[in-house]
Nanobody
Framework: QVQLVESGGRWVQAGGSLILGCAAS?????????MGWFRQSPAEEREIVAA????????YVADSVKGRFAISRDNAQNMVYLQMNSLKPEDTAVYYC???????????????WGQGTQVTVSS
């Protein structure tokens, strides 16, 4: 059973930066999964923010955060990170770490989800 635990969410002022982390545990196969971040706020539908292939050599970043957010992973530590810069109030959401095949992650249907971490950006 794959477990994902997010960390790093907190309150921050607009223009600030945060790094979210996600620790993955479970079968060794978790290292072969693509991983990613989704977010959801009360006013918006859930959306994919970023995804990264298990090799780390390919990734996707949503247009809404392109140029401000970056995703990376450390397979030796079973960690994935989301670097968030130039934060805006509209980035306020619960951020979820996910894992599965690349196809299912970018399609929005990953099997494995973390519990989420709250990011609040104030103006």
């Amino acid at each position: 059973q794959v477990q994902l635990v997010e960390s790093g969410g907190r309150w921050v002022q607009a223009g600030g930066s945060l790094i979210l982390g996600c620790a993955a545990s479970g079968p060794t196969s978790v290292r072969t999964y693509a991983m990613g971040w989704f977010r959801q706020s009360p006013a918006e539908e859930r959306e994919i923010v970023a995804a990264i292939r298990y090799t780390g050599s390919g990734w996707y970043v949503a247009d809404s955060v392109k140029g401000r957010f970056a995703i990376s992973r450390d397979n030796a530590q079973n960690m994935v990170y989301l670097q968030m810069n130039s934060l805006k109030p509209e980035d306020t959401a619960v951020y979820y770490c996910v894992a599965d095949s690349w196809t299912d992650v970018v399609a929005g249907i990953p099997r494995f989800w973390g519990q989420g971490t709250q990011v609040t950006v104030s103006s």
